[in-house]
T-cell receptor
Framework: AQKITQTQPGMFVQEKEAVTLDCTYD???????LFWYKQPSSGEMIFLIY??????QNATEGRYSLNFQKARKSANLVISASQLGDSAMYFC????????????FGGGTRVLVKP | DSGVTQTPKHLITATGQRVTLRCSPR?????VYWYQQSLDQGLQFLIQ???????AKGNILERFSAQQFPDLHSELNLSSLELGDSALYFC??????????????FGQGTRLTVV
């Protein structure tokens, strides 16, 4: 069965510094998608970035980049130049055909940006 | 704004009651997913519909049911409510391809409190 693991329940980061959120996954499928979502205290789930299993380059979206290491089955999110508004829960998720293309989520990492 | 609309935003009801949560997906999205987010269980997949038909079932209780209507909006019905059903319920939608390489966009969620 597919599984997503986020080993960091919470972390602090200084404003303007970069932070890396860890995510490892497990799937037997060759075709899958990896996603990161942000959940601020208001509760909504905001899509941040996507990486496809066949993509050779790491995905980037503004200050977000995904460090994709396929052989290690890891998909770490890097947030550069952290801002106070980055304080939130961050979820790593995966979709694969074996699981019917539903999104499977990790347990999340809470990030608190300090001024 | 993700384009996915969920109503109501908040719901407080008593144990034993029945409620209906409503979701309007993004324009053109045929897939609708329901998720439950509770403090102890994280984000749990409940059920998926695609163009009116049930496609996948997750950890959905027998007291819960859902359907997707011809206009593609979906409803999640929760009956015989228990205190443990208190959670944030999310609806998400995906575009027509609904494969593993398409992101899902989430509504703002319905926060259900059972008292």
């Amino acid at each position: 069965a597919q599984k997503i693991t986020q080993t960091q329940p919470g972390m602090f980061v200084q404003e303007k510094e970069a932070v890396t959120l860890d995510c490892t996954y497990d799937t037997s499928d060759q075709s899958y998608g990896l996603f990161w979502y942000k959940q601020p205290s208001s509760g909504e789930m905001i899509f941040l970035i996507y990486q496809g299993s066949y993509d050779e380059q790491n995905a980037t979206e503004g200050r977000y980049s995904l460090n994709f290491q396929k052989a290690r089955k890891s998909a770490n999110l890097v947030i550069s130049a952290s801002q106070l508004g980055d304080s939130a829960m961050y979820f790593c998720a995966m979709r694969d055909r074996a699981a019917g293309n539903k999104l499977t989520f990790g347990g999340g990492t809470r990030v608190l940006v300090k001024p | 704004d993700s384009g996915v609309t969920q109503t109501p935003k908040h719901l407080i009801t008593a144990t034993g009651q029945r409620v209906t949560l409503r979701c309007s997906p993004r324009s053109g999205d045929l897939s609708v997913y329901w998720y439950q987010q509770s403090l102890d269980q994280g984000l749990q997949f409940l059920i998926q519909y695609y163009n009116g038909e049930e496609r996948a079932k997750g950890n959905i209780l027998e007291r819960f049911s859902a359907q997707q209507f011809p206009d593609l909006h979906s409803e999640l019905n929760l009956s015989s409510l228990e205190l443990g059903d208190s959670a944030l319920y999310f609806c998400a939608s995906s575009p027509i391809t609904q494969g593993p390489h398409t992101e899902a966009f989430f509504g703002q969620g319905t926060r259900l409190t059972v008292v």
